[in-house]
């Protein structure tokens, strides 16, 4: 029997309700009791959605308030000690102070910079696989305790249940959820861990079972790595013991091929398998043949990450052999959770209607799945007006004189061998840079961007609706940067930036402005929390038309004597986070947005900009799962950042910035950026981040990254200096910067004040005690 489902959907909400909801009860403006009907009314909604969609089960357990990462150390009971919960508090206030932190504040707001008054830092951030999305990684230790410890997710079933509708619940497999999380504790394998973890999976499948769930759906991703043998071994014994509760088990894998698990993973004592058919389709018939014909295969055949239609004729060319030939049941999916791809782009008004017939959402992918099922299922004359529609749209995509452009790969194949190498070595571009900007021990700077203010957003969205004209809103945004490099200038930050008020996003902004882009109105995808990003739809060759920041980098090195930092972002974060095209290799799409980006560096410093930041924060995102696939992908992403980069002098100053990712395994490649400075997020780890970079003798200059810009908790200047203290064990005073971890766009101006004091004030003590020859008193 062919059947079709879901992996998850989207969580936010077709106009960002999630978002609003959030960010509204954060602010104190509405109290859980309202939140949790907000969280309650999209679970209808989308569950509706599937149901419409003439899915077999609507997927529970994909929800989240924040993460879903986080739902399962709190749903398991593994809460970190160091929060200090007593007992008294909520469950959802608990679950916040997880993502966001705490601070302990005076009642101005400010947190007092006293050190034992610091608060809590929240969990550590980092990125789901190599996707955008975000999640907070689990800390367990030797104390760790599991437990069943939340009545959330059965009460999602019992909703879903009590609607009518059939239920697969969507949970991280126990072996993911244990590789995903850290341990600070020297020699503890978190493996050991999985004995005391598995009875209260075991526990809640029963309880799911009885609770009226007909499937779990146990997402084990981590079968698509490159694992240690200790871990390959556990996966037998923990799917006996889990199949002793008797509800039927999905195992689910995506993002990757199996390689060497895929024996393993069709033998487990599972039901069923889903396997990602979009990035591993060459795996098909070995699965087919490893996999026992009474088990489910789960074919993820629409692609979960990208928002191309899909060509319906290939999807059936890969399928039909497998109806053909299984006698057990067929389920047709996405090829993982639908939760990276906006909810819908059917009615988007922003895009033309060429362009939006060549997209999908995920409720158009659900509408897709069904035309599968039904053309295996009743023979393809029983959709041929849909599969007619499908044709016609890949076809115009495939010919469209929009996409490409001879005068942009004729530039390409012109480069010459040197255009991504600097013209000097560092040492000699350092003393250089030295000479120009004469800047102290230990400088201080931030990441790019200040508050986006209300005024900022409301001036930028009238200029959009055609209410505020370009004279009025340009004088608005030289306001702003006003503002943002007089405060900068107040608290002695000593490379300035001009604070983006006129960017909507780093990614979009850019976008908006080459060609070969374009923009829905309502694509939103979570990033992580309340933070939502539009993606860019990148479907042609790329161009710059026109310069894109020079007039506002150079405005505001105008209104300051400090070497004013322009601001980029770099052509692999672009490429990542913007949905790309699949009809040339990614390699080449990066290159093209690297002569873009060029362009604009190039610029930028003959307009007097001495410091420029290309920001490549997905560099390490886009690295493969797969370590033999790594040398391909660091070779010409690496190179698409020098293309970028080296086109600049030597006394022009070169910094990068990357956040929330794990940058040991790939040191030597972040070295040959061969950027003057790179910042990185370092703060929420401890610093334990850059003890990596320091075993590398990394050779350039570096700023770890001192406070958290993603909780209202401010840093006090000890706090910042006993992070600093750390960075200086392991990486010269001379190399170190000191700056935040990330931009500063979702903040409010007083906590950004008062923790850039605290930073600032931190740098001058490290002076201090650097001409003292010790630490200061």
Request: charged fraction near 25%.
């Amino acid at each position: 029997m062919i059947k079709t489902h879901t992996l998850g959907y989207p969580r936010i909400g077709l106009q960002r309700e999630l978002k609003f909801a959030l960010e509204r009860h954060w602010r104190g403006e509405i109290d859980a009791a309202a939140l949790e009907e907000t969280g309650a009314a999209l679970h209808e909604r989308h569950w509706a959605e599937q149901a419409d969609a003439g899915l077999d089960f609507v997927t529970v357990g994909d929800f989240a308030f924040y993460d879903h990462v986080a739902n399962h150390i709190q749903l398991f009971g593994c809460e970190p000690a160091r929060f200090g919960f007593d007992g008294r508090e909520t469950a959802l206030a608990r679950y916040f102070t997880l993502a966001r932190g705490v601070a302990h504040e005076h009642a101005d707001g400010i947190c007092c910079g006293n050190a034992q008054h610091a608060g809590t830092a929240a969990l550590e951030m980092t990125k789901w696989f190599d996707t955008n999305y975000h999640y907070l990684v689990p800390e367990f230790d030797t104390a760790t305790r599991f437990a069943l410890a939340s009545e959330r997710l059965l009460g999602e079933v019992a909703q879903a249940r009590s609607l009518g509708h059939r239920v697969k619940v969507a949970l991280i497999g126990p072996l993911s959820f244990l590789w995903l999380g850290k341990t600070r504790d020297a020699g503890f394998d978190k493996l050991e861990l999985l004995d005391a973890l598995l009875p209260a999976y075991v526990q809640l499948l029963a309880q799911l079972k009885a609770a009226g769930a007909e499937w779990a759906q146990v997402d084990e991703p981590i079968l698509g790595l490159n694992l240690p043998g200790a871990w390959i071994l556990a996966f037998e014994r923990t799917y006996q013991t889990l199949n002793t509760a008797q509800l039927p088990l999905l195992l689910a894998t995506y993002f990757s091929p199996l390689e060497e698990n895929l024996s393993m993973a069709c033998k487990l004592p599972v039901a069923g398998l889903h396997v990602d058919a979009v990035r591993a389709g060459h795996e098909l018939q070995s699965i087919a043949d490893w996999l026992p014909a009474h088990k489910v295969l789960s074919v993820g055949i629409v692609d979960g990450r990208n928002i191309w239609r899909t060509d319906l004729d290939a999807a059936l060319a890969r399928l039909l052999p497998l109806a053909q030939r299984r006698g057990g049941d067929l389920w047709l999916a996405p090829s993982c959770s639908l939760l990276h791809v906006p909810l819908s782009l059917r009615e988007d008004g922003a895009m033309d209607l060429e362009l939006r017939g060549w997209l999908a959402g995920a409720r158009e992918k659900l509408d897709e799945l069904q035309v599968l099922r039904r053309a295996l299922a009743e023979g393809e004359g029983s959709v041929w007006l849909e599969l007619r529609e499908a044709r016609a749209a890949c076809e115009a995509r495939r010919t469209s004189t929009r996409v490409r452009r001879p005068e942009v790969a004729a530039r390409l194949a012109a480069l010459s061998p040197n255009a991504d190498r600097r013209a000097s070595p560092y040492p000699e571009r350092r003393a250089a840079q030295q000479e120009r900007f004469n800047l102290p021990l230990y400088p201080t700077t931030t990441i790019g961007s200040f508050p986006q203010t209300a005024a900022i957003r409301a001036a930028r969205a009238a200029h959009k609706r055609g209410e505020l004209a370009q004279p009025e809103y340009e004088a608005a945004m030289r306001r702003e940067i006003d503002h943002a490099v007089a405060e900068q200038e107040a608290l002695g930050i000593d490379v300035p930036v001009h604070g983006e008020a006129e960017r909507n996003d780093m990614v979009e902004y850019f976008g908006e402005q080459l060609d070969g882009f374009a923009f829905s109105a309502n694509g939103w995808v979570q990033s992580y929390g309340s933070r939502c990003v539009k993606p860019p739809v990148l479907f042609g060759d790329v161009a710059r038309p026109a310069p894109m920041t020079v007039a506002w980098s150079a405005y505001a090195q105008s209104r300051t004597a400090r070497p004013m930092k322009g601001m980029l972002t770099g052509p692999v974060t672009i490429l990542q986070w913007s949905f790309v095209r699949d009809d040339q290799p990614r390699s080449a799409t990066a290159l093209q947005i690297a002569l873009a980006i060029r362009d604009e560096a190039i610029d930028l410093e003959a307009a007097g900009i001495g410091i420029i930041q290309i920001d490549e924060p997905a560099l390490r995102e886009g690295l493969p799962l797969r370590r033999a696939a790594w040398d391909g992908y660091l070779d010409w992403a690496t190179r698409a950042f020098r293309i970028a980069a080296c086109g600049v002098q030597d006394r022009t100053q070169l910094h990068t910035h990357m956040c929330y990712a794990e940058f040991n395994d790939i040191l030597p490649q972040i070295a040959a950026l061969d950027a003057d400075v790179i910042t990185i997020e370092t703060s929420r780890s401890d610093m334990e981040l850059l003890r990596g970079f320091g075993s590398f003798a990394y050779p350039n200059a570096i700023g770890p990254g001192v406070y958290d810009i993603h909780s209202p908790r401010v840093p006090s200047a000890d706090d910042i200096l006993r992070l600093m203290r750390k960075a200086a064990e392991v990486i010269a005073p001379e190399q170190l910067w000191v700056n935040p971890d990330c931009g500063l766009k979702t903040r409010a101006w007083p906590e950004t004040r008062a923790a850039l004091a605290n930073m600032v004030q931190a740098a001058r003590l490290l002076r201090r005690e650097s001409a003292l020859g010790g630490q200061a008193a």
